[in-house]
């Protein structure tokens, strides 16, 4: 079942276009994990997904909600955010706010629900993440490993029929990785459908059901991790792997 279909989308900075008619279907279930050099457009794509970029051109299927960027409402944001969840490069967690309070915010502000209700969603998804022992602390009180943790906690609270990753360990010292990484591969074991860009190549070639490859703001190449990583066909591709290092076995 398709969970996702984005089809022509179009996105510049002034006169710079960063997207030149990016499309993507994602079925029910599939992790895509989208690699590429930076500047390749694979966050700004990400972003235009829910809104935090508006793509000038394009549309979005999730589910039963079609739209097209160019002209979506307020109303037509909120339902697509309303099946999406973030998970940012830099946490993005309320400073003010304990981890409790920032897993169950999306929960009890935007969907109205009740605390306690919000509370023991909040509760389990902390415990699920391995951190419910901090559940009253607050972020600054937790290393970047933690707080990525907390923000896949808060991401997952929302129950989204897709999960968007931007980067997620790549603000992280090298041995914080892992724990967030492990979290990563649960999800993905749980069936979770996951958009994750990143820059682990070993996490991509291990979990992925699918791996786009962009350049230059398109889609150059999709295939298994197998087909783009040890068969890619495109030159740019070759070209892109050609500089890594990382365990195929």
């Known amino acids: 079942m398709t969970a996702i279909e984005i089809t022509d989308v179009h996105k510049s900075f002034g006169n710079h276009e960063i997207l030149k008619g990016v499309n993507l279907i994602i079925e029910e279930g599939e992790v895509v994990v989208i690699l590429g050099a930076s500047g390749s457009g694979k966050t700004t794509f990400l972003r235009c997904i829910n809104f935090l970029e508006r793509a000038s051109n394009g549309r979005i299927l999730l589910g039963d909600t079609m739209v097209r960027f160019s002209l979506a409402t307020k109303k037509h944001i909120r339902s697509i955010r309303m099946q999406t969840a973030m998970v940012f490069q830099g946490y993005e967690l309320f400073k003010h706010m304990t981890i409790l309070q920032n897993v169950?915010?999306?929960?009890?502000?935007?969907?109205?629900?009740?605390?306690?209700?919000?509370?023991?969603?909040?509760?389990?998804?902390?415990?699920?993440?391995?951190?419910?022992?901090?559940?009253?602390?607050?972020?600054?009180?937790?290393?970047?490993?933690?707080?990525?943790?907390?923000?896949?906690a808060r991401a997952m609270a929302l129950e989204p029929k897709l999960m968007l990753f931007d980067e997620p360990t790549s603000a992280l010292d090298p041995e914080l990785?892992?724990?967030?990484?492990?979290?990563?591969?649960?999800?993905?074991?749980?069936?979770?459908?996951?958009?994750?860009?990143?820059?682990?190549?070993?996490?991509?070639?291990?979990?992925?059901?699918?791996?786009?490859?962009?350049?230059?703001?398109?889609?150059?190449?999709?295939?298994?991790p197998d087909e783009i990583f040890n068969h890619p066909k495109a030159e740019r591709t070759k070209e892109f792997l050609s500089s890594l290092s990382f365990n195929k076995a």
């Open 104 to 152: 169950i915010e999306g929960l009890v502000t935007p969907r109205r629900m009740g605390k306690k209700e919000a509370e023991v969603i909040g509760m389990a998804q902390l415990e699920k993440v391995g951190l419910a022992d901090k559940a009253r602390s607050y972020p600054s009180q937790l290393s970047g490993g933690q707080q990525q943790r907390v923000g896949i």
């Open 177 to 224: 990785v892992g724990e967030v990484l492990d979290i990563m591969k649960q999800l993905a074991r749980e069936g979770r459908t996951m958009i994750v860009v990143t820059h682990e190549m070993q996490f991509a070639y291990e979990v992925a059901d699918r791996v786009v490859f962009m350049d230059g703001g398109v889609v150059v190449e999709t295939g298994t």
